[in-house]
């Protein structure tokens, strides 16, 4: 599937479906979900359209990675 990058202002944004993609092995539902439940930033242009900037998404993605140290159980 092809991401599609949108431009505001110079700044990339992505709709549920295009960061789905960019993440990759993932559905826009799991982005609706992490906006809701995990705190995943974005922008609300209108009541119905939500954008996520690439740069929130790097970040929050980078947030959430668990070190995984050996021996662990």
Do not use: C, H
Not at 52 to 59: Q, T
Request: avoid cysteine.
């Amino acid at each position: 599937m092809e991401t599609r990058l949108n431009n505001l202002a110079g700044v990339e944004i992505f709709d549920d479906n295009s960061a789905a993609a960019y993440v990759g092995g993932i559905k826009a539902r799991a982005i609706r979900d992490w906006r809701t439940r995990r705190g995943l930033p974005f922008l609300r242009i209108t009541a119905k359209v939500i954008r996520i900037r690439k740069a929130d998404l790097d970040k929050w993605l980078a947030r959430q990675q668990v070190a995984i140290t050996k021996g662990a159980q």
